[in-house]
C-alpha cells in the first residue's frame, strides 16, 4: 500500500510539474524519462535476465529512424508512426536475438556488440535512405505536440505505460522464468524452462521497448543521427543501470535521473569533462557501491533497523 | 568473367593485386600487435580490455611528444620507438596495480564495464594534454620514400613494419614457449589457482602480463603513428578491429591472433577496393558468421 502511495506522490508532482518548472527542466525531465526507459528495458536483459548486450543502441536507433523515416520519406502522421517504431526494433532485435542468445557472458556481449556495428554502419552508410553522416532533419511532431509542455505530458504518458508494461512483464511468471535463468540456467532447463526461447522472447522485448524509446526521442530531438546507434550510445543505459542499481525495478529510474543531472552540471560547467567524469564514476562506482543508488539506499534502511538477532 | 572483370578492373592487374595483398598484410600486422596484447591479457587475467585502444594511441601520441622533444638527429626515431612504448607500458602497470587488482574476483561484467571507464577516462586526459587538433609524426629519412613492388609504388615505411612486426610474431613465440616466463604464462592460462598454490607470485606475474600487453599496443601506435594522423577518436577505432580480430582468433589465443589479423587486415585492405561503402561490415559480418559458427572463434578454446 506504501508503494502506492508513493507512485501516487510521484504521479501527481510529476503532474504538476509544468506548473512550477521553467521550460528548461522539462526538457531536462522529457530527457530523464526517455533515458529511464531506455534503461529499464535494458535492466530487463541485463538485471532480470543475466544476458549483457552491448549493442542495444541498434534497436534504440531503429526505433528512431524508423518513426522519422515513416514521417519524412512516407509521409506519415506521427501518431501512426510512433506505434511502427517499437515493431521495427522489436522485429530486428527478434532475428538478431536468434543467433545472441546461443551465446554466454562475453561472448554473448560480443555478438550484440557486432550486430550494433552492422546496423549503426548500413544507417551511416545509406546516404540516399537515412542522410548518412547529416542524419536526418526537421523530424517535428505535428502542431499540438510542439511546445514542451505538450510534449512533456505524451512522453510522460507514453512512457508511464511502458513502464507499466515492463513492470507487468517482470511480475508475470515468465519474469520469474526469466530470474530463475539468470540464476541457474542449468537447473532452469531442467524444471521445464525452455531458456532459450525465453531468454529470446525478452531480448526482443527489450527490442521492442528501447524502440518506444527511439521514436518518442527521435521527435524530441527533431533530428536523428547514426551516432544513436554507435556503441558509444550502447554504454548509456548500461551506465544508467549500473549507477541505479539492476536489483530493483526502480534502480534504472533513479539511475537516469542521477545521470541526466550530473551530464546537464557537467556539460554547463565544462563540456570536455564530461566523458572523464562518467568514467571516474563508473570506475569508483564499481569499486565502492556494487548495487547502484538503490542498494545504497537500501543499506541505509537496513541499516537502520535494529538488530533482530539470529 | 567477362562482367566480373568489367566490374572489378583490377582482378587481372596482378601488380596491383599484389600490391594491395601487401597492404593488407601490413594492416594486419598493425591489428597483431594490438590484439596479440588484448588476448594476452584475456589469457591470464580473464579480463577483456576494452582500454585497450587506449593505450595504442597513448603510444601514438607519446611518439609525437618525443618526436618534439628529441633533437632532429636520424636515432632521435628510433630512440622515440624505443621509449613510447616503454611509457605506455608504466601507465598500464599502474593502472593494474591500482584499479584492476580490487576487481579480479568480481563479475566478469563489472571487469568490462571498468575497463570501459578506463576508455573514457583516458580518451578525455589525452585530449586535455595533446589537445583536440590532429597530429603527424614525420617517417624517418631513410623510409620516407617508396619502393617499386612489382613496378608499382609502395612506401618504404611499410617494409618496416611488415618485417618489425613477424619479428615481434616471432619473439613473443620464443618467450611464450621457450623461456620460463612464458611458462608461467601459460600456465596462468589453465589454471590460476593451482599456479598461485606452487607458490608462484600471481598478482606480480598478472601486474607483469597486463604491461606487456600495454606495451605491445603502445608499440603498435608507435608504429602506426608515422602512417596516420594522430588523432582523439583512434582507440575507439582500433579497440572495435582488435575486438573482431581476437575474438575471430580465440580469446586467449597467440597464434588464433595472428592469422585472424592477417584475415581482417586482407579483408579491409579489399573490402574498400570491392565494396567501398560498407567495407567495415564486412570485418563485423565476419566476427558475426564467426561467433554463430564456432563461439569460441577459430583457435580458441570452447567456454566452460
Known amino acids: 500500500m506504501s508503494t502506492r502511495l508513493w507512485l501516487g506522490i510521484a504521479l501527481a508532482v510529476l503532474l504538476v510539474l509544468p506548473l ?46 524508423t518513426a522519422a ?56 552508410k545509406w546516404t540516399p535512405l537515412t542522410g548518412g553522416d547529416n542524419g536526418l532533419l526537421n523530424v517535428w511532431p505535428p ?3 510542439r511546445s514542451q509542455i505538450a510534449y512533456y505530458y505524451f512522453t510522460l504518458v507514453v512512457v508511464g505505460l511502458s513502464l507499466l508494461a515492463l513492470h507487468a512483464i517482470v511480475s508475470s511468471p515468465f519474469g520469474y522464468a526469466l530470474r530463475a ?49 554507435y556503441f558509444n550510445k550502447s554504454f548509456e543505459p548500461l551506465v544508467v543501470v549500473l549507477l541505479g542499481g539492476m536489483q530493483s525495478f526502480l534502480g534504472p529510474l533513479a539511475g537516469a535521473f542521477g545521470f541526466k543531472v550530473l551530464e546537464w552540471l557537467i556539460s554547463k560547467w565544462a563540456p570536455i569533462y564530461w566523458p572523464l567524469f562518467l568514467g571516474a564514476v563508473v570506475i569508483a562506482v564499481i569499486v565502492v557501491l556494487p548495487r547502484g543508488f538503490v542498494g545504497l539506499a537500501e543499506g541505509w534502511r537496513w541499516r537502520a533497523r535494529p538488530a533482530t538477532g539470529k | 568473367m567477362d562482367t566480373i572483370t568489367g566490374l572489378f578492373p583490377w582482378i587481372t592487374n596482378g601488380p596491383l593485386l599484389a600490391v594491395q595483398v601487401l597492404s593488407g598484410l601490413s594492416v594486419g600486422m598493425f591489428l597483431f600487435l594490438v590484439s596479440v596484447g588484448m588476448s594476452l591479457i584475456f589469457g591470464v587475467t580473464r579480463i577483456v580490455n576494452l582500454a585497450h585502444g587506449s593505450f ?147 598478482a606480480a606475474l598478472y601486474t607483469q602480463v597486463f604491461a606487456f600487453g600495454s606495451w605491445l599496443a603502445g ?23 582488435a575486438f573482431v580480430v581476437v575474438v575471430v582468433g580465440g580469446l586467449g589465443s597467440f597464434a588464433g591472433s595472428f592469422i585472424s589479423a592477417l584475415l581482417v587486415g ?33 583457435l580458441g578454446r570452447p567456454e566452460e
Open chain 2, 56 to 202: 595504442y594511441m597513448v603510444g601514438a601520441y607519446l611518439m609525437v611528444s618525443l618526436m618534439e622533444v628529441l633533437p632532429d638527429r636520424p636515432w632521435a626515431f628510433w630512440l622515440a620507438l624505443l621509449v613510447a612504448p616503454l611509457g605506455v607500458a608504466a601507465l598500464g602497470a599502474v593502472i593494474e596495480m591500482t584499479l584492476l587488482r580490487l576487481i579480479y574476483h568480481r563479475d566478469p561484467l563489472m571487469q568490462l564495464i571498468m575497463t570501459f571507464g578506463l576508455l573514457l577516462v583516458i580518451g578525455t586526459l589525452v585530449l586535455l594534454v595533446w589537445g583536440p587538433d590532429n597530429k603527424s609524426v614525420s617517417r624517418p629519412d631513410i623510409l620516407a620514400g617508396s619502393v617499386k613492388v612489382f613496378g608499382q609504388p609502395f612506401p618504404s615505411y611499410y617494409l618496416l613494419v611488415l618485417g618489425l612486426a613477424p619479428a615481434t610474431a616471432i619473439a613473443l613465440w620464443l618467450v611464450f614457449y621457450r623461456t620460463r616466463w612464458g611458462m608461467l604464462i601459460r600456465a596462468a592460462t589453465v589454471d590460476r589457482e593451482m599456479l598461485g598454490a606452487l607458490g608462484v607470485n600471481v
Open chain 1, 20 to 65: 512550477v518548472l521553467p521550460v528548461f527542466f522539462l526538457v531536462l525531465a522529457i530527457e530523464i524519462a526517455i533515458v529511464a526507459l531506455f534503461a529499464t528495458s535494458f535492466n530487463l536483459l541485463m538485471g532480470y535476465g543475466g544476458m549483457v548486450s552491448f549493442g542495444h543502441a541498434a534497436y534504440f536507433a531503429l526505433g528512431a529512424y
Open chain 1, 181 to 229: 535463468i539468470r540464476e541457474n540456467p542449468r537447473r532452469a532447463r531442467y524444471i521445464g524452462v525452455n531458456v532459450r526461447r525465453h531468454q529470446l522472447y525478452a531480448f526482443a522485448l527489450s527490442g521492442v521497448f528501447s524502440g518506444i524509446a527511439g521514436g518518442i526521442f527521435a521527435f524530441y530531438n527533431g533530428s536523428v543521427f547514426p551516432d544513436f546507434a
Open chain 1, 143 to 145: 502542431a499540438f505536440l
Open chain 1, 69 to 124: 523515416l515513416l514521417v519524412k520519406k512516407a509521409g506519415v502522421p506521427m501518431l501512426l508512426a510512433l506505434p511502427v517504431a517499437p515493431v521495427v526494433a522489436g522485429l530486428a532485435a527478434l532475428g538478431f536475438g536468434y543467433f545472441i542468445v546461443r551465446l554466454t557472458h562475453t561472448y554473448f556481449a560480443m555478438l550484440s556488440l557486432a550486430f550494433g556495428q552492422i546496423v549503426y554502419t548500413i544507417i551511416f
Open chain 2, 266 to 298: 586482407e579483408l579491409q585492405s579489399f573490402g574498400i577496393l570491392v565494396f567501398p561503402a560498407i567495407s567495415i561490415v564486412l570485418i563485423f559480418a565476419l566476427m558475426a558468421v564467426v561467433l554463430i559458427v564456432r563461439p569460441w572463434g577459430l
Open chain 2, 219 to 241: 608499440f603498435g601506435g608507435a608504429l602506426a603513428a608515422p602512417t596516420v594522423a594522430v588523432a582523439l577518436g583512434m582507440d575507439a577505432d582500433v579497440l572495435t578491429t
